[in-house]
Structure formats: C-alpha cells, structure tokens
C-alpha cells in the first residue's frame, strides 16, 4: 500500500486505526522493496512518498493534535533494521540503519521549504511537528529551530519585528517554544554547534558571527531569543500571533524558572 496522508489522517478519528496499523501501512511499501526485492532504488522513492506523506500530514494537523503523529513516527523508528539476503540497506551510496529514519530529515528539510509558500497554517503546524519530534528525541532537528528563530528575531533590528517579521515567521518561531523550549534551552547551555555557516547568526546580530557559541546554540542566544520575544506579548502584531506569543514565552518562563 502506497504512504498516503489519508492512512496517517484516519489515525486521529477515535477507534479507526492504532498508531501501530498506521505505522506498520506506511512503512511497509519501503520496508518490502528492500527485504524482498533488495531494490534500493524502490526503497529509497518509497521512503521519499512515506517522509512526504508524513510532512503533510503534519501541515494539515492542527498542531495542538499531532501527539499521534509524533508516536506514529515514533513507532517506525523502532521497527526492526530490514535485512536482505545479500544487499545492505544503503540509501545515496551510504549505509543506513533505520532507527536513523533515512530520508526524513532531508524530506522535512524539503517540506519547510515548500510551506514557507503555503497559507500560515500549513507553515506553523510544520514547524511544530519538527518541534514536537525534536523534543520528543525522535529526530534531531533543532537545526530547524535555529533558522526559524533567526529569520523571526535576529534578521530584523530588535524594534523592527514587530512591524518587519511576518506572522507566519512570528508563529512559527513562538510554537517552537511552545513545544520544545525545555529541549532549546538545554542545547544551549550544552552549546550544541553545527557545521560552517549553517547556524550563524542573524542580519541584526553579525557582530557575533564569529562569537563562541553563536555557529549553533548558546545561553546567549537563547535569552536574546527570550528578550527580542517577551516586548511582542504588548505591541501591536498580528492577532492570531498573539496566543502563541504568550505560550512560547510562558513555556521559556517555566524553563528559566526551573534550571534556576
């Protein structure tokens, strides 16, 4: 059966699937082309339909429901390594293991840039799912975050984002707070980096380009994050931003309150 985001869809009607059906649908079309097939070429198109088929899911899910969604790829990271008789699974010429989930991370990297187009929602729901994944320590990728984050509070001058940053950006960096700022502040204080340029900061903070910390994530970076966000809770900005504002900051809160 091909991945199909109406077979993830049907998992959040009560009753209609558990999220080990669903799991075991959509994986099973990639998991068959290499254990019986060996096919890699079928393997690979087959995780690219399940990754996409999961991403939009995700953007179509309300991000205050996707708790299913999380488990649902939860349960096909602990699906057993496929074997094949005489072929090891190798996706791009390299050997990978499963609880790797090959390709999804490359797929999600694609599904943001195919949201940033889309209507708000669909942008916002992504970035949450990435969050709820990362935070749930299914799959890394607070990358993400960083470019989320840089794009709505470091890009523009510090009294610019409220008239500068968009609302889909603003509500995109807020659920990544919202849902995950226990595991933001803990890379931060644990310093997580990243290769060459991918993390670095912002346009209104390239004084720190070459600062120490600041090519991933640092204490510094998470409270110019905090600070930049906290004035946005009483200015003038967009309506439906204004919520998840509040939830992301009360969420930094909690954390701050709790490490102190």
Not at 77 to 105: D, N, Y
Not at 133 to 159: F, G, K, M, Q
Not at 171 to 198: H, I, N, P, R
Request: proline share 5%; aromatic share 8%; with cysteine.
């Amino acid at each position: 059966m091909a991945a199909n985001p109406s077979d993830i869809i049907a998992a959040f009607v009560p009753d209609a699937i558990s999220v080990q059906e669903a799991a075991d649908k959509l994986a099973a079309p990639a998991r068959h082309a290499f254990e019986k097939d060996g096919d890699l070429g079928k393997t690979e198109h087959e995780l690219e339909r399940l990754w996409t088929a999961v991403t939009s899911a995700a953007e179509q899910t309300p991000h205050g429901q996707q708790d299913k969604l999380v488990d649902i790829v939860r349960a096909i990271k602990e699906m057993p390594q496929p074997t094949h008789e005489s072929k090891k699974l190798e996706i791009w010429g390299e050997e990978q293991r499963w609880e790797q989930l090959p390709l999804f991370g490359a797929k999600a990297r694609e599904g943001l840039d195919i949201a940033s187009d889309k209507p708000d929602d669909s942008f916002v729901n992504l970035n949450a799912f990435y969050a709820r994944v990362t935070a749930a320590n299914v799959c890394d990728l607070s990358l993400y975050a960083i470019w989320i984050l840089r794009a709505a509070l470091e890009d523009p001058e510090e009294d610019a984002i409220a008239t500068d940053t968009k609302p889909a950006s603003l509500k995109a960096a807020s659920v990544w707070l919202v849902y995950a700022a226990e595991t933001l502040s803990k890379l931060s204080k644990e310093k997580k980096q990243f290769d060459g340029k991918m993390a670095k900061p912002g346009r209104s903070l390239s004084i720190f380009k070459d600062a120490p910390g600041w090519g991933g994530f640092c204490e510094d970076r998470w409270e110019t994050w905090v600070d930049r966000l906290t004035p946005l809770n009483e200015a003038s900005i967009a309506t439906d931003a204004k919520p998840l504002v509040g939830q992301a900051l009360e969420a930094a809160s909690k954390v701050t309150k709790s490490s102190a």
